[in-house]
Structure formats: structure tokens, C-alpha cells
């Protein structure tokens, strides 16, 4: 019946080809709307404005956007909530964001100061009607200190503030700062320890939920993550997973190797 549909709305075969080999045996209405008309919400075209659009659209522009009715709110999450436990993780609320048209740097910033490991639809509708707010004391070192960033939150100064640190010195780290990354990759014996460490039940196997969080603690940032996440069609990754996924972004290669054990 689904292709009979969309033929009514004139996709083309390709389209409806491939749009059966991707779905469930069952979909949501919700998953259904998604696939006839495509995501609802997408961020502005600003964004891709090289260097200055996304600062632009994140500090400006966003202060015009529709509010996101909340029976939006509520069919996004429950389409992220794969799990069906009825909260979402960090990652998850990542997704969570952009399913609801927020950009990159959007996301990065309200997951930076995300109250909880995991949020329900409750608590999730409260933090997204109180927009990003920064704590006012921050750690530095273990010591708690003023947090310098609250100067963003003023009307109109942190506007400027924000807006000029995120041309200056965010938008450094999807450019030339991003590959700089790219290029200070670690060691296979460091990997291998970086995964041992994860691993701390000794089981061979570390899920992608810890993963994520590690990634996200050690500084990645969410684009990267979703990059990785999205690579591995697995919940729980070996060693060897691991190793092939942090070196070309595939955990089925077979050419990518962990080291050997000692001894």
C-alpha cells in the first residue's frame, strides 16, 4: 500500500524503491510523515554561509524562530526514543535537536550545558522553554570558580559577546581546527588502552552509549560523535570493532588491525 501512496504524491520509483528497503515492517504515522515530506523542521540556510553564517544564525536569527508546538516535541522524541525507556541520552537529545532544526552549533552548545546524563519529555519540553542557560559558578581544576561564559546570558551584551566567540573561536574548530584533530590521531597501543579503559566489566565489548560519552568528555564534539555513532550499526563494538571504526570510520573493514597483546 505505501508505494501505491507515494506514487499518488509523485515520488519516483528510485525514491519508493528505496524508501521500502529502508523502513520497518511497521511505521509510526509519525515515520510515516517523515518519510512522505522529509524532516519538518531544518535550520536556516544561514548556517551554510562559510565562517560567519552559523555564529549569524545561532545568536541572531534564532531569536526569530517559530516555537516548536509541543505535540512536534512530543512525536520527535518518541521516534528518537528507539529504546522506548522514555528518556533519551546525550547523543539521543543531540538527534532530539536536530530533528527539530536546530544546527550543529546550536546543538553543541545547549548539550554543553544539558542538566543530566538523561533527560525525559518532561524535563526535556521544561529545558527547551528555558532556552540555553550557563551555570553561574563553573570547575576548574576541581576548584569552583565564576564562570565567565554567564556574560553570554546579559540581553543584548551576551549577544555580542557569544556572537564574537563563536565567529572567533568555535567556527575555528569546524575549519582549520577540525582537521587539525583529524591529523592527531592516536596510536594503535593508545587506542588499545583507550578501549580497555572503557571496557571496565572486562566483558570485550563496549557499548556505543559509552563510547559516545567518553568521546564526549575527552572534548569531541557532537558532530563527530553522531560521525562515529552513525558509522557502527552496532550497539556494543569488540576491540578489534574499535579499532577499525576510529581509523577509517567503518567497523567492518577487515584490513584495520589491533595491536597484539603482550607477552
Known amino acids: 500500500e505505501l508505494p501505491n501512496a507515494m506514487r499518488k504524491l509523485y515520488k519516483t520509483e528510485k525514491e519508493i524503491k ?29 548556517n551554510y554561509v562559510p565562517m560567519v553564517g552559523a555564529p549569524l544564525a545561532t545568536n541572531l536569527l534564532a531569536a526569530f524562530d517559530d516555537d516548536v508546538p509541543e505535540e512536534d516535541q512530543k512525536e520527535a522524541f518518541e521516534f528518537i526514543d528507539k529504546s522506548k525507556n522514555g528518556t533519551l541520552d546525550k547523543t539521543e537529545i543531540a538527534d532530539l535537536l536536530r530533528e527539530l532544526g536546530k544546527s550543529e552549533m546550536e546543538v553543541q552548545k545547549l548539550i554543553d550545558y544539558m542538566p543530566a546524563e538523561e533527560l525525559d519529555f518532561e524535563a526535556f519540553t521544561n529545558w527547551w522553554r528555558s532556552g540555553l542557560s550557563r551555570p553561574l559558578m563553573t570547575n576548574v581544576s576541581g576548584y569552583r570558580l565564576p564562570n565567565p561564559a554567564k556574560v553570554h546570558d546579559l540581553p543584548i551584551i551576551g549577544t555580542c559577546t557569544s556572537l564574537t566567540q563563536d565567529v572567533l573561536v568555535d567556527s575555528y574548530g569546524w575549519t582549520a581546527g577540525a582537521a587539525a584533530k583529524t591529523l592527531n590521531m592516536m596510536t594503535p597501543e593508545e587506542l588499545k588502552k583507550y578501549y ?22 575527552s572534548g569531541m564534539s557532537e558532530y563527530d560523535i ?28 577487515p584490513d584495520v588491525k589491533p595491536p597484539a597483546a603482550e607477552g
Not at 528505496?18 to 510523515?33: A, C, G, H, R, Y
Open 18 to 46: 528505496q524508501s521500502v528497503e529502508d523502513m520497518d515492517n511497521n511505521l509510526t504515522f509519525f515515520e510515516f510523515k517523515r518519510l512522505i515530506r522529509g524532516q519538518k523542521y531544518s535550520p536556516s540556510v544561514v
Open 226 to 253: 553522531k560521525w562515529h555513532r552513525d558509522s557502527c550499526s552496532k550497539d556494543e563494538v569488540t576491540l578489534e570493532e574499535f579499532m577499525r571504526l576510529m581509523r577509517i570510520g567503518q567497523v567492518e573493514d
Open 196 to 217: 580497555e579503559e572503557l571496557d571496565t566489566e572486562k566483558k570485550g565489548v563496549v557499548s556505543m552509549k559509552r563510547i559516545a560519552k567518553a568521546f564526549r568528555e
